[in-house]
């Protein structure tokens, strides 16, 4: 915790970018009924019935400190969509010497992956792009990309999306706005914020931290 803390309150570096990825399940949902339009003075209505088309993926990083963002929607998680990933956001960042990305322990996300997708002399010098750190387990609110999945969630997915072209379509489409607009995020849980809140925890470590009553 303290580690990614510390990351997130470097200054930027364009050399450097913190880019923090993970993925997000989505299930396709189609509608039974053909849903009533909104019209002036009433909303849209849908039937509470609806028809499953599976699942698919939506993998996504977010560089915090600039709004750059990179999405990718496929039909699994496996090793193989998390190391072309990672190709694709070598290539967004070309004149980086490390990116430095913050994910969760995931027994994909691991250099491993790229050794079995891509030759030997490629997956070593894309793993050489990267500088890999990661969320404590069961801490996966440290990751800033949850915050961007978030509002995914509340402004994109809150309604059914049939399959996964208009998955792909509408997700893209919503990512690539707020590409545009440079939305970044501002994170204030800082290091300071964390020995304050969780003492009582740092004290059961070590007794030579003090417990820190809240304000």
Known sequence: MEGLLWLYALPYDSQYPVVCYDERPCFLI????????????RVRREHYAYTKHGSCCVLGAVEALTGNRL????????????????????????????????????????????????????AFALAQRFEFHYTPKGASWLNMIEI??????????????????????????????????????????SLQNARTTF???????????PVKEKI
């Open 199 to 209: 003492s009582r925890h740092y004290n059961n470590v070590n007794e030579q931290n």
């Open 71 to 122: 999405v990718q929607i496929e039909p699994h998680r496996t090793k193989r969509e998390y190391a072309y990933f990672l190709k694709s956001l070598s290539e967004k960042y070309p004149h980086a010497i490390k990116i430095r990305l913050v994910q969760d322990n995931l027994n994909t996300h691991n250099i491993a992956a790229l050794y079995e997708n891509f030759p030997a002399a490629e």
């Open 30 to 41: 189609g509608d039974i009924l053909q849903p009533i339009p909104m019209d002036k003075g």
């Open 148 to 189: 961007e999945f978030s509002a995914l969630s509340q402004q994109c997915l809150n309604r059914r999306i049939p399959c996964i072209e208009k998955m792909r379509q509408e997700v893209l489409a919503f990512m690539q706005l707020r590409e545009q607009k440079q939305i970044k995020i501002e994170w204030q849980f």
